[in-house]
């Protein structure tokens, strides 16, 4: 009966071996797990992060083209003259102008040429003041005109001839006979000169 009693023990013993190679099994297959996971975090951060680092450099790109193209490629330069004073042509009445004309060039190089100019500058918008009467000043497109003027005589000591608007060519005896029409030039692309525009800074007439 000794012997009956000792053999059950040794038929259980299989049954605990396989049981400790299941949890084993499902052990390594939950680390795996685990770590796939872990793993597969790291790659998307890492891709997001890629992604994120990507798209700053374009949308800063873009922030400075479109800065870049809304500022001016060079800032303006002005040579302010100082101030005319002269007696106008008005024949009916002593009247005067004083005119502030600033000139707007093409860069800051160019002012010191300029200034080797000033005195035949100077003379020849004196010549143009002169010249006027207070009716032809007091309009804007008067005004407008002067401004043509001092242009073209301000240009001319510099040696660039500009031709001038038919307006100006005002003599009677030069205007065509009647019937003839005068020929129109071929359309050309207008020259640059190193005197872009005329502004005015004070315009009084009295």
């Given at each position: 009966?000794?012997?009956?009693?000792?053999?059950?023990?040794?038929?259980?013993?299989?049954?605990?071996?396989?049981?400790?190679?299941?949890?084993?099994?499902?052990?390594?297959?939950?680390?795996?797990?685990?770590?796939?996971?872990?793993?597969?975090?790291?790659?998307?951060?890492?891709?997001?992060?890629?992604?994120?680092?990507?798209?700053?450099?374009?949308?800063?790109?873009?922030?400075?083209?479109?800065?870049?193209?809304?500022?001016?490629?060079?800032?303006?330069?002005?040579?302010?003259?100082?101030?005319?004073?002269?007696?106008?042509?008005?024949?009916?009445?002593?009247?005067?102008?004083?005119?502030?004309?600033t000139l707007q060039i093409e860069d800051a190089h160019f002012?010191?040429?300029?200034?080797?100019?000033?005195?035949?500058?100077?003379?020849n918008i004196l010549l143009i003041l002169a010249h006027k009467?207070?009716?032809?000043?007091?309009?804007?497109?008067?005004?407008?005109?002067?401004?043509?003027?001092?242009?073209?005589?301000?240009?001319?000591?510099?040696?660039?001839?500009?031709?001038?608007?038919?307006?100006?060519?005002?003599?009677?005896?030069?205007?065509?006979?009647?019937?003839?029409?005068?020929?129109?030039?071929?359309?050309?692309?207008?020259?640059?000169?190193?005197?872009?525009?005329?502004?005015?800074?004070?315009?009084?007439?009295?």
């Amino acid at each position: 009966m000794s012997t009956a009693a000792a053999t059950p023990p040794a038929a259980d013993a299989p049954s605990k071996g396989s049981n400790k190679k299941l949890i084993i099994i499902i052990a390594a297959v939950l680390l795996l797990a685990l770590v796939g996971g872990g793993a597969a975090m790291m790659v998307m951060k890492k891709k997001a992060a890629a992604e994120e680092d990507g798209d700053e450099p374009a949308a800063a790109s873009s922030h400075a083209a479109a800065t870049a193209s809304k500022q001016p490629s060079a800032p303006p330069v002005f040579v302010p003259l100082d101030p005319f004073t002269v007696n106008l042509a008005d024949k009916d009445a002593e009247r005067f102008a004083q005119v502030a004309v600033t000139l707007q060039i093409e860069d800051a190089h160019f002012a010191d040429q300029l200034k080797l100019y000033m005195p035949a500058i100077r003379n020849n918008i004196l010549l143009i003041l002169a010249h006027k009467t207070a009716a032809e000043l007091l309009t804007r497109e008067g005004k407008t005109k002067l401004a043509s003027q001092i242009l073209r005589e301000s240009l001319r000591p510099l040696g660039f001839e500009v031709e001038a608007d038919d307006e100006d060519e005002a003599e009677p005896e030069a205007a065509p006979a009647k019937g003839k029409k005068k020929k129109k030039g071929k359309h050309k692309a207008a020259p640059s000169y190193p005197i872009k525009a005329v502004q005015f800074a004070n315009f009084i007439i009295q």
